[in-house]
């Protein structure tokens, strides 16, 4: 056999060029020409606060021109401040300490961001909620003053809690908000709008007419994104106080709301977005009135982005949705996404999960991934490390490709900040060339996946797909705030590198239609009684005896953290006899523990070499069934369990956070359960620190070293022969 070597750390050439889009900046208009060929560039787009020059549209490349239509022109907001986005805010809770109290409901908020609704009536759409009971206190006993913005309330009861639900415009753009304060700007703040009114939709349709008209040059209109931003609340000092990259918190406004009530024939509450402070967060179990809302908007956005991208079409131009920003409503994993005829899908990537947020996808878009560090003064920085940064996210992000293609890459922000380490630019040159290398020898199809199909059941489903669901630990970790919804290491990132095909299955559907006949394993993974592990779905008899039909009758099922938890009927995991543990949560102190000895060999254990991190040693998961396989345990507490149940199987795992071996935990467990251990060893590599991958359509085997350190490792092919390779740190491998 042949052998044709990349690496990561070497600037190894090959045969294709292209397939990368470089970030320009005016001033540096010869790094851009250099950087173009040093890393194969064949587009240039611009950046929030970058612009492109003449020099830079004569090179030939294919020009990105970044455009946020609703953030784009700061003149008709100043004029039209009742079109800003609106969103409702629980103020904090005050303690009444006699028969009235006062609320001032901003004190807790940033006051350069939001600005108090006075245009329409409180009356009719805010809300004053006794916490303590949580009855909602007539509007007779409240009022506004809109001088103050304090809102008085009368009848209180002493030493009950209060907050006020209202309702507010946004004043200054989320995003431009943070690059503001990131790269500390000195000029106005941007404004965005909501296109939901009509006089701003016309307004908006008018001005990218102009825009449209104005960019000759621009081959690629990439709108950043669409309507509405995902969801940041800012405390008085400027710093997170809530964040979901996935919410809808940031859709309403009163026109809207007034429409959704004449179609749907209720009107929604400040409480349905409000969810008792909570704000219907991705950890929530959705309401369906909260779902009905999400429905609702997504129609609309999908209509905004026909309209702009159709405007685009007929004067020739590609169109490219970034997802993030704005992207609320989009849902790139429902129907409606593809009738907005977007052409290239550009997505942020630090790891597996978010390459397979983009690779996964429906539809023939050119699915491109904007690679992180962001050329930002956040980690360009002296200090800063973005080199040891960008070799962690790519060993993840490479991980992943090896499972499913994206057709580019590209970065963002200033190119000037990227210049100032050289070392971080030669090793760009090199990843890019380790990219176009998997294009050249995959022939850009998918890698040779086992017959085993993965469905993530979470009461998201595909409004969610690849959405990592994160548990308390990393509430408690410190992390950029620009990261914090986004990076995050457990069972989703093990699981994007595998070779099975995966799905997102909602409780929903699963009451509706049952379990789809092509799933061979379950996987339910999140903290207790969230949205992610199901919570009150649970104890709803028809999903619970689905599920259990499924494994009865040979079916797998892999439960992590909280999986089946919703306390009733005496138990706290709903499956505690499919799984053969529940958890102790206080109620069955007086109970005993069944006796189970840790087992010395078991299929799923057998490549762990050591003991394996399951990020927490008190998982308070017990044995209760006799017929479990104890694979680990710290004293009596379950950290790793399997057992038989009918002619099925199911795992429990304590958590299971990302690393190396816990992927090849969830592999041989996900291949147990199917009850498919003879598959195992096609195509697979002996060694956990490495891996494969099989090219039907180009004939070709990858082998990659995820280490910093030199690896040996056997690699079976799909016949069953083996043979042993060496491999240098994080290098890739291809053979004929």
């Known amino acids: 056999m042949s052998a044709k070597k990349h690496s990561v750390k070497s600037a190894a050439s090959a045969k294709l060029k292209g397939f990368i889009t470089l970030p320009a900046e005016v001033g540096e208009e010869h790094m851009v020409v250099e950087l173009a060929k040093k890393w194969g560039a064949d587009a240039i787009r611009d950046s929030d606060g970058t612009e492109l020059s003449q020099e830079m549209f004569d090179l030939g490349l294919e020009v990105y021109s ?7 022109e700061q003149v008709y907001p100043r004029k039209h401040m009742d079109q800003l986005p609106q969103k409702f805010l629980m103020s904090d809770p005050v303690t009444a300490t006699g ?3 006062v609320i001032d409901p901003m004190s807790g908020f940033y006051g350069e961001k939001y600005v108090i609704d006075l245009k329409h009536p409180s009356k009719k759409y805010w809300e004053v909620i006794d ?16 001088e103050s913005g304090s809102v008085r309330i009368s009848g209180t009861i002493p030493f009950h ?3 006020v639900n209202f309702l507010v415009f946004q004043i200054w753009d989320t995003t431009s908000m943070y690059n503001h304060l990131t790269n500390n700007w000195d000029k106005p703040h941007v404004i965005s709008v909501d296109p939901y009114h009509k006089e701003c939709w016309n307004h908006l349709m008018a001005y990218y007419d102009r825009y449209l008209e104005s960019h000759p040059q621009t081959d690629v209109v990439r709108l950043t994104t669409l309507a509405y931003h995902f969801a940041v609340d800012s405390d008085r000092e400027a710093v997170d106080k809530f964040r979901d990259w996935t919410g809808y918190q940031d859709t309403l406004s009163v026109p809207a709301l007034e429409d959704f009530a004449k179609e749907h024939g209720y009107r929604l509450r400040a409480e349905d977005f ?3 402070g909570y704000y219907n967060a991705a950890c929530r179990v959705p309401s369906d009135r909260y779902l009905a809302w999400m429905k609702f908007i997504h129609k609309f956005v999908v209509k905004f982005g026909k309209a702009l ?3 685009a079409h007929k004067v020739g131009k590609k169109t490219a949705i970034f997802w993030g920003d704005h992207w609320i409503g989009v ?4 129907p409606g996404f593809l009738k907005m005829g977007i052409d290239i899908h550009v997505g942020a990537a630090e790891d597996g999960v978010a390459l397979r947020r983009i690779s996964d996808t429906p539809g023939g878009l050119v699915k491109e991934l904007r690679l992180y560090p962001y050329f930002f003064p956040d980690v360009f920085r002296e200090g800063g490390d973005p080199l040891g940064e960008s070799i962690s996210n790519w060993i993840k ?3 992943a490709l090896l499972r499913m293609p994206i057709d580019r890459l590209g970065y963002g922000g200033y190119l000037s900040l990227a210049l100032k380490f050289p070392e971080f630019v030669d090793h760009v040159a090199a990843l890019c060339d380790e990219f176009r290398s998997f294009k050249e020898n995959s022939g850009g199809g998918e890698s040779q996946k086992a017959p085993i199909q993965v469905a993530v059941l979470n009461a998201w489903g595909n409004w969610k797909a690849w959405i990592n669901s994160f548990g308390a630990p990393q509430k408690f970790l410190v992390k950029r705030p620009d990261v914090i919804q986004v990076a995050g290491t457990n069972l989703l990132e093990c699981l994007a590198g595998l070779p099975v095909g995966v799905r997102f299955l909602s409780f929903d559907e699963v009451e509706r239609s049952g379990i789809p006949k092509d799933i061979d394993v379950i996987i339910n993974d999140g903290d207790a009684e969230t949205a992610w592990s199901g919570g009150r779905w649970w104890v709803n008899p028809k999903v619970a005896a689905r599920v259990r039909e499924f494994i009865h009758k040979g079916g797998g099922f892999i439960g992590c953290r909280g999986p089946t938890a919703c306390q009733q009927n005496g138990r706290y995991f709903q499956l505690a006899d499919v799984m053969g543990v529940d958890k102790e949560t206080g109620r069955t102190l007086q109970s005993a523990v069944v006796p189970s000895q840790v087992l010395g060999q078991h299929f799923i254990t057998a490549d762990l070499g050591g003991a394996a991190d399951f990020g927490t040693h008190e998982t308070y998961i017990y044995v209760c069934d006799p017929a479990v396989e104890l694979l680990a345990a710290n004293g009596l507490h379950v950290m790793a369990a399997a057992k038989s149940y009918g002619n099925g199987r199911s795992v429990y795992f304590g958590a299971l956070p990302y690393d190396l071996t816990n992927a090849r935990l969830l592999h041989r467990a996900i291949f147990w359960a199917a009850g498919k251990e003879r598959e195992l060893k096609k195509w697979f590599c002996s060694n956990p620190l490495t891996d494969c991958a099989w090219y039907p359509g180009s004939k070709r085997l990858v082998i990659v070293n995820h280490s910093d350190l030199p690896q040996s490792t056997t690699v079976f092919r799909g016949d069953g022969k083996a043979s042993k390779v060496s491999l240098k740190p994080r290098a890739s491998i291809w053979l004929d």
């Open 99 to 101: 028969k009235s109290l």
């Open 161 to 163: 809690v209060y907050t």
């Open 397 to 399: 992000i490479r991980r």
């Open 309 to 311: 991208s159709d405007k």
């Open 331 to 334: 849902e790139p994993y429902l």
């Open 131 to 146: 916490r303590t009971t949580g009855d909602v206190v007539p509007v007779s006993k409240w009022r506004l003053d809109p």
């Open 66 to 72: 970044t455009t946020c239509l609703v953030r784009a």
């Open 274 to 276: 409000v969810d008792e």
